[in-house]
């Protein structure tokens, strides 16, 4: 079965990066692209950008960009999502999600568990 | 951006009662829209996309509408396990949206 399987909660301080992973199984890896959202109480669902696993290539969102950079590992299935300069703004669960295409448009089929990203000194 | 604007904010509902959630687009998406089902502590589940069809595994009595800007998600027999928060996405622009959220209750 699909399974996204991401890594553990971080604590992090302000200034600092956290890297963290999602791991892909019971899908050919490189047949789905991999996107990046962020859940906050205040903001709600916000779309972070995609990563072609089979290219690497990547699209933000132009309010994560320099936020976030998208990086794939095609040999353990994984795709990674570093955030740099974090703020408590940056304090949010983070998922990784399979995208599937229908009819000219993007959905989200399968999701990770998400990582609790805290950002306190 | 596109915006999405959901509504209500937050219904209950009793066992057997349909429900209906609103979803609105700021511009014409052309049918491109998902609902999640979001349970506390759990990530997002696909129910429907394409505005209309259901995603695989997901009971019948969901069921989805609309076109232009103008969506709508129907649970046509509320069960116990259908409490939750829902989502509605826009996938036809990029970057992709999600609407605020409607919580779900059992009343």
């Known amino acids: 079965q699909v399974q996204l399987q991401q890594s553990g909660a971080e604590l992090a301080k302000p200034g600092s990066s956290v890297k963290i992973s999602c791991k892909a199984s019971?899908?050919?890896?490189?047949?789905?692209?991999i996107s990046w959202i962020k859940q906050t109480t205040g903001q709600g669902l916000e779309y972070i950008g995609y990563?072609?696993?089979?290219?690497?290539?990547?699209n933000y969102n132009e309010k994560f960009k320099g936020k976030a950079t998208l990086t794939v590992d095609k040999s353990s299935s994984t795709a990674f999502m570093q955030l740099s300069s974090l703020t408590p703004d940056d304090s949010a669960v983070y998922y990784c999600?399979?995208?599937?295409?229908?009819?000219?448009?993007?959905?989200?089929?399968?999701w990770g568990q998400g990582v609790m990203v805290t950002v306190s000194s | 951006d596109i915006q999405m604007t959901q509504s209500p904010a937050s219904l209950s509902a009793s066992l057997g009662e349909t429900v209906t959630i609103q979803c609105r687009a700021s511009?014409?998406?052309?049918?491109?829209l998902a609902w999640y089902q979001q349970k506390p502590g759990k990530s997002p589940q696909l129910l429907i996309y394409?505005?209309?069809s259901l995603q695989d595994g997901v009971p019948s009595r969901f069921s989805g509408s609309g076109s232009g800007t103008q969506y709508s998600l129907k649970i046509s027999s509320m069960q116990t396990e259908d409490e939750g928060v829902y989502f509605c996405?826009?996938?036809?622009?990029?970057?992709?949206?999600f609407g605020g959220g409607t919580k779900l209750e059992l009343k």
């Open positions: 999600a399979r995208r599937i295409f229908n009819y000219g448009s993007y959905y989200f089929d399968y």
């Open positions: 019971g899908y050919t890896f490189t047949s789905y692209y």
């Open positions: 990563i072609n696993t089979g290219s690497g290539g990547t």
């Open positions: 511009e014409d998406i052309y049918s491109g």
């Open positions: 394409g505005a209309s």
């Open positions: 996405q826009q996938g036809l622009k990029y970057p992709r949206t």
